[in-house]
Structures are given as structure tokens and as C-alpha cells.
């Protein structure tokens, strides 16, 4: 079965059907340009559609029995396991992944439905005191309505279900609008899960369109009370911008600049190889990775050269290579803006100490060294296979320099020290930092996010259930009341 031909419609109302726009995404394979499908966009219309189904769909599925509810995620958690290797083919050609980035998002998923099950039992209300006799006060937990979920390209299968599974366990309807670089991996396939999972005709619909067609609709209908969206800091302002304005609660997962620390008592084998994974996963293409590895002075050239050996190593090329590391990039514009950042730090003064070529949208890997305290990449998030290794003298500095960025998503510190380690972490302006580890994490009960320019909010166990519910008291005034007139 191809999903490309099959899932390569809207989603709307639990229907298959063709969008009635004046223009096609075309979805192409990034590693060998292939065109895998060709989707014609949405309109305002069908996206009114979306999400008045799901608005009339989900009050039933609001006061439905919420183990019952339940039951629909174990299905789609079993139809994930029994279609994995579809699913893991889909990921490598629609959007260059590897077989170990297959993997990995696909375990994120299982761990994230398994959640979705619980969350269906967790909007627990509450019965509080009250100053005046005779008053009972009760705060129940609700669903907010529909959720608008807006996802990226980059590990779209989890980033969708991420926020949709939760939506829905909850009690919500969704509309979900994937990247036009992803429709597949992170709408459709995950229609389709749903709908043989058996979640009633309605609830989830996925409309494949752009802001060139629909502008800012997506957003400003009145049907959602909650919009999700995952991506750049620029389009996350943005949206944050238009929903503020239209009183709309936003969860907003944005960009990182992560820092990952090497104090001078770490272990330098273990953190190469943490620091190698944490930059070079999906071709760097994740928003927690480390674009910046600091090192202290007293040990950066013998981290460097073992660094630099390492990364030497990693296969760049096909994807469906068991043996490559690094696949194409999503497209090979990406790829092009990427070198044009590298040619512009080199310009400034970086260091080259390993640098291949760049053709399409394969990358090889870029390490720099010596970059100069103003130049622009220290401060953006670099979207690819490059990483910058900064010297840092002493735990001040490495605070500096680890804080100087406009972002605060993740970070790591490596010390033989722990609680050194945690004291270092705690002055770092980020939502997320580990201990001897890597950067990348995302654990299904651990709040999600980022300070800064990271995001607003979080994701994950009980800040989902802040995410998508709202709380409303009820109070019960069992004596009589006196009144003042």
C-alpha cells in the first residue's frame, strides 16, 4: 500500500475528498526529488468546514465516557506496531529520515499514545473551602472546545500526535494543518489512524493548505479556543500575535540554540559521543539539538580532535541506507541557506575544521572553531548538519556564553561532578537541561518547552491537561444566604 497515493487528500468531516483550491502542494522525495503526490490545496471554506464538524462532533465526544474514550488510542497504538515498517518507509522517503530516526520518532509515538490512555482519566475536578457557611465550591475540569493544531516538517508524525492524541483524549475536536513539506507523515497517515482506530467521523480533520491560500484563517476562525502550533520563532510570534488578539489560548514550541557544556572533569569519550548525536540527529534538523558544543579551554583540544574524528565518520547519502547517518535535509533550499550561513561565518573568521560539500539538499557536516563573539550564527538556530565549538574559560563564562542567545529551549552539561553539574544548569535560561546526557529528550509525562524565543507554554502529563482544558466552579450554596439589601 502507498500512502502517498492513497492519504493524498483533505480529510474533512470523515471524508476523503479533493481540496478546491487554485494551486497543488506538490510533494516531492528531498533526497532524490521525486514527486511522491500532488494535493490541491484547501480553501477557507473546506478549513470552515474542518472545523465546524469538529465543533459539532465534539460536545458528544466531550460527555462521553472518558474510558471509553480511551479505548480509541490503544487501537491506534496497536494499528502503529502492525504498520510500522509503512509507516518507517513513509518517513525515509517523504521526509529524508534515516531508519534510526524512523525508529526513534516512531517509539516517541508509543510512548505518547500510552499517555493519550492515561490523560483520558486525568481531567480530575476538585472540591474546595470556602469563607462563607453552608457553600460547597466545586472546580471542574473541561474540554476547551476544538484545538487547532499546526505541525512542522521535521519529526511531523510525533509533533501531530503529540498535541492531537492529547487534544482528543481530552475530550476536544481538532483540526490539524501539517507543513506543506509533510502532508502525509504529519496529517493524513495520522487521519487514517484515527479513523480505522474507529474516532467518530468529525472529530479530527486534517486540511493540507498554506497561509498563500488561506492567510491567516486557520487562526481567526471562531470555532478554536486553543491553537498548537510547532515551528520557527518568526511564525510562532506571529501566531501568537493574531491569537492574543482574538483572546485565543496559544501552545507555542519554537526554535533552540541549545548549548551543550563540557566542564574541564568531564568524560571526554562520553561526551562526544553525546554531543555528536545531539548535533547530527536528522541532519540537525531538530529544534533541541545542540548547534553549540562549549568546551572548556583546559580540555578543548583534545575534545576537538576526538570530535572532529568522529563526525568525520558519520555516512552522509541515501536514507533508505541502513548504514547513513545523515540523509538530504527537506529541501534543497534549506540546504543552500544553511551554506550560505556557513560561507558567511568563514567570511567573519570562523575556523573551518571540517567541511565537505553541498549538493541538493545533502549536507555534509560543517564543525567550526574560533567563530568571533559577534558573528550571527552563534545567536540563531542553524537548521542543519553544522555545530560550533566554543571555548570557555571557567563556569561564568560558560554561563555567559551558553545564555547569550535569544533562545531557551534545551541544553546539556557534562561533569564528573553531578550536583556541579545541576548548580551550572540551574543559571541556564532554558526550559530543559540534562545532566550527562544529550540535548535531545522529549518524555511523555515531563513538561515540554522553552523560555525566550523557545515558546510559550508546555506540552506533556499534566501541563497537556492545563494545555487543553479549562477549568470552571460551580458553587453550592446549601444554607440560605443573607444579602445586604
Known amino acids: 500500500m502507498s500512502y502517498f497515493s492513497e492519504l493524498s487528500r483533505q480529510y474533512i468531516d470523515g471524508q476523503w475528498c479533493t481540496g478546491s483550491g487554485s494551486w497543488d502542494i506538490v510533494d516531492l522525495n528531498p533526497y532524490n526529488g521525486e514527486k511522491l503526490a500532488s494535493i490541491t490545496v484547501a480553501t477557507v471554506g473546506e478549513l470552515d468546514r474542518a472545523y465546524r464538524a469538529a465543533a459539532r462532533m465534539q460536545k458528544a465526544w466531550g460527555r462521553q465516557n472518558p474510558y471509553s474514550r480511551r479505548l480509541v488510542f490503544e487501537r491506534v497504538l496497536r494499528l502503529i506496531e502492525e504498520r510500522e515498517a509503512e509507516i518507517t518507509e513513509t518517513i525515509i522517503t517523504e521526509l529524508g529520515g534515516t531508519y534510526l ?34 457553600k460547597e465550591n466545586r472546580v471542574y475540569r473541561l474540554p476547551v472546545g476544538v484545538v487547532g493544531v499546526i505541525s512542522p516538517f521535521n519529526f511531523p508524525f510525533f509533533l501531530s500526535l503529540k498535541a492531537v492524541a492529547p487534544a482528543l483524549a481530552l475530550g476536544n475536536g481538532v483540526v490539524l494543518k501539517p507543513h506543506q513539506d ?50 520557527s520563532d518568526s511564525v ?44 547530527f540527529a536528522h541532519q540537525g534538523q531538530v529544534c533541541m ?34 548504514a547513513t547517518v545523515i540523509g538530504p535535509l527537506i529541501n534543497s533550499a534549506q540546504a543552500d541557506a544553511i551554506t550560505s550561513q556557513v560561507d558567511k561565518a568563514v567570511e567573519e573568521g570562523a575556523q573551518v575544521l571540517l567541511r565537505g560539500q553541498t549538493v541538493g539538499a545533502l549536507m555534509d557536516p560543517v564543525v567550526l572553531g ?38 531557551g529551549l534545551s541544553g546539556a552539561v557534562h561533569t564528573g561532578d553531578v550536583e556541579r553539574g545541576v548548580r551550572l544548569a540551574q543559571r541556564i535560561e532554558t526550559g530543559m537541561i540534562h545532566i550527562n546526557d544529550g540535548t535531545i529528550h522529549d518524555e511523555p509525562i515531563v513538561p515540554f518547552g522553552g523560555e525566550k524565543s523557545s515558546g510559550v507554554g508546555r506540552l506533556n502529563g499534566d501541563a497537556t491537561v492545563d494545555a487543553f482544558t479549562t477549568q470552571k466552579w460551580i458553587s453550592i450554596q446549601h444554607e440560605r444566604s443573607r444579602f445586604p439589601f
Not at 186 to 203: C, N, Q, R, S, V
Not at 247 to 263: D, H, M, Q, W
Open 101 to 134: 530516526k524512523a525508529g526513534f520518532e516512531i517509539s516517541l509515538c508509543k510512548d505518547m499514545l500510552r499517555e493519550a490512555m492515561q490523560l483520558s482519566l486525568r481531567a480530575e475536578g476538585r472540591i474546595l473551602p470556602s469563607p462563607v457557611d453552608g
Open 182 to 231: 509533510a502532508p502525509i507523515t504529519g496529517g493524513t497517515l495520522i487521519a487514517k489512524l484515527f479513523e480505522d482506530a474507529g474516532l467518530p467521523a468529525g472529530l479530527l480533520n486534517v486540511v493540507l493548505t498554506d497561509i498563500a491560500e488561506i492567510g491567516d484563517a486557520f487562526i481567526e476562525h471562531p470555532v478554536p479556543k486553543v491553537i498548537a502550533f510547532t515551528g
Open 370 to 407: 574560533g567563530v568571533p563573539d559577534d558573528a550571527a550564527i552563534l545567536r540563531r538556530e542553524i537548521f542543519g548538519p553544522v555545530v560550533l565549538l566554543v571555548p570557555f574559560d571557567g563556569e561564568e563564562d560558560a554561563v555567559r556564553i551558553a545564555n547569550d542567545t535569544p533562545f
Open 236 to 279: 510562532g510570534r506571529h501566531v501568537a500575535q493574531v491569537a492574543a488578539g482574538l483572546f485565543k489560548r496559544t501552545v507555542l514550541e519554537l526554535g533552540g540554540n541549545s548549548a551543550l557544556i563540557v566542564l574541564d572533569d568531564a568524560d571526554l569519550d562520553y561526551a562526544v559521543d553525546a554531543a555528536v548525536f545531539s548535533r
Open 289 to 322: 539539538a545542540a548547534n553549540r558544543v562549549l568546551v572548556d579551554r583546559s580540555v578543548l583540544a583534545e575534545f576537538t580532535e576526538k570530535f572532529v574524528a568522529k563526525v568525520a565518520t558519520l555516512k552522509v547519502g541515501d536514507p533508505h541506507d541502513p
